[in-house]
T-cell receptor, first 115, second 118 residues
């Protein structure tokens, strides 16, 4: 089944404890992206990747890192999480890097709470 | 910069009645427009998109959307609402990222919660 998977689905952590949220897609998509969803703000893009070893900042990149060493994986790293990073996180992918008309596919989400 | 406005935080409609969820957009160049739905505790699911051609786009679960270039709108519609349509709906527009490099990024509206009342 074609899908985007994320792990963990739920995570409660404490301020300053490094964490990684994994994202994987099995559709051989070039483009991958991370979003955070907050009430009243919709989805905002954190980082995106147009292909292996090619990443760029989205609208809200502060406090996050990403890497794209393999085409299928795009982990989101929080080096020193803070309470304002408590949110619902979505990974997404689409077939092509340019992708002006591509449909974007989303993972199930990771609910992160930072105490 | 591109933007999307969903002017209603919540829409309530009785089961069987027609529903409309409103969306207006701003983007340079050709607008590529999308609707996604999010059911409780689930990820976003693609409903439909407008790329070019017919202004009335048909999508999944009986939904359709009407593109209106002069009003820069892309309202989501369904002739007869079901209780199972109750969810959070997001409109999105795709345009070039400010950083260039030829990439297109999705910008989402804040979402509209649809409640269908039995």
């Amino acid at each position: 089944e074609a899908q985007v998977t994320q792990n963990p689905r739920y995570l409660i952590t404490v301020t300053g404890k490094k964490l990684t949220v994994t994202c994987s897609q099995n559709m051989n998509h070039e483009y991958m992206s991370w979003y955070r969803q907050d009430p009243g703000l919709g989805l905002r893009q954190i980082y995106y990747s147009m292909n292996v070893e090619v990443t760029d900042k989205g609208d809200v990149p502060e406090g996050y890192k990403v890497s794209r060493k393999e085409k299928r994986n795009f982990p989101l790293i929080l080096e020193s999480p803070s309470p304002n990073q408590t949110s619902l996180y979505f990974c997404a992918s689409r077939p092509t890097a340019q992708g002006s008309t591509d449909t974007q596919y989303f993972g199930p989400g990771t609910r992160l709470t930072v105490l | 910069a591109q933007s999307v406005a969903q002017p209603e935080d919540q829409v309530n409609v009785a089961e069987g009645n027609p529903l409309t969820v409103k969306c207006t957009y701003s983007v340079s160049g050709n607008p590529y427009l999308f609707w996604y739905v999010q059911y409780p505790n689930r990820g976003l699911q693609f409903l439909l998109k407008y790329i070019t051609g017919d202004n009335l786009v048909k999508g999944s679960y009986g939904f359709e959307a009407e593109f209106n270039k002069s009003q820069t709108s892309f309202h989501l519609k369904k002739p007869s609402a079901l209780v199972s349509d109750s969810a959070l709906y997001f409109c999105a527009v795709r345009g070039r990222a400010n950083s260039g490099a030829g990439s297109y990024q999705l910008t989402f509206g804040k979402g509209t919660k649809l409640s269908v009342i039995p």
